[in-house]
T-cell receptor
Framework: AQKVTQAQTEISVVEKEDVTLDCVYE???????LFWYKQPPSGELVFLIR??????QNEISGRYSWNFQKSTSSFNFTITASQVVDSAVYFC???????????FGKGTTLSVSS | SQTIHQWPATLVQPVGSPLSLECTVE??????LYWYRQAAGRGLQLLFY??????ISSEVPQNLSASRPQDRQFILSSKKLLLSDSGFYLC??????????????FGQGTRLTVV
């Protein structure tokens, strides 16, 4: 069975702090895809990144970085120098096959205060 | 560019009334389409997905149903709403390419309150 666990329900930080959101996944497939989405208060989910199981290189995009480790089945997301606008619910998701839907974790609510 | 439209944005319906939420996608052909539900304080639950016209897969047994009458139209329905149907409903699409799995793009959601 496929499963995504985001153990951190809520995280509160002060602006400029770095914060890491954890994501642990379970799958029996050798080919799979991992995703992160951001859900701001408006409700719409915003796609952030997709990573396939054969690419373990870490990725950096501005203040965002992602650490994919197959050995621990983790795909963690770090925000450097957090800002108030980063406040949102962040979802990690897993997909095993083309044409099937993403399985989401329960999300981590990040609150960044000024 | 591709866009996804979902309506209405908010809806208050009495228990036992019918439901119809509509979602349309523009700028792409043969997309994969999805309905998700997000209950208060919980994650996203996949309800239905479709890889083509008339092809609907249901993930969770419930009193909801979905239909895809046209390539880029996806409808979520219920004959009689329950209180437990309250939640935030999100429609999404992804590229309908079976060789590569791609990210899904979401609509703005419908907040349904059953009273």
């Amino acid at each position: 069975a496929q499963k995504v666990t985001q153990a951190q329900t809520e995280i509160s930080v002060v602006e400029k702090e770095d914060v890491t959101l954890d994501c642990v996944y379970e799958t029996r497939d050798t080919t799979y895809y991992l995703f992160w989405y951001k859900q701001p208060p408006s409700g719409e989910l915003v796609f952030l990144i997709r990573r396939n199981s054969f690419d373990e290189q870490n990725e950096i995009s501005g203040r965002y970085s992602w650490n994919f480790q197959k050995s621990t089945s983790s795909f963690n997301f770090t925000i450097t120098a957090s800002q108030v606008v980063d406040s949102a619910v962040y979802f990690c998701a897993l997909s095993n096959q083309a044409g099937t839907a993403l399985i989401f974790g329960k999300g981590t609510t990040l609150s960044v205060s000024s | 560019s591709q866009t996804i439209h979902q309506w209405p944005a908010t809806l208050v319906q009495p228990v036992g009334s019918p439901l119809s939420l509509e979602c349309t996608v523009e700028g792409t052909s043969n997309p994969n389409l999805y309905w998700y539900r997000q209950a208060a304080g919980r994650g996203l639950q996949l309800l239905f997905y479709s890889v083509g016209i008339g092809q609907i897969s249901s993930e969770v047994p419930q009193n909801l149903s979905a239909s895809r009458p046209q390539d880029r139209q996806f409808i979520l329905s219920s004959k009689k709403l329950l209180l437990s149907d309250s939640g935030f409903y999100l429609c999404a699409w992804s590229v309908g390419d079976r060789e590569i799995n791609t990210e899904a793009f979401f609509g703005q959601g419908t907040r349904l309150t059953v009273v």
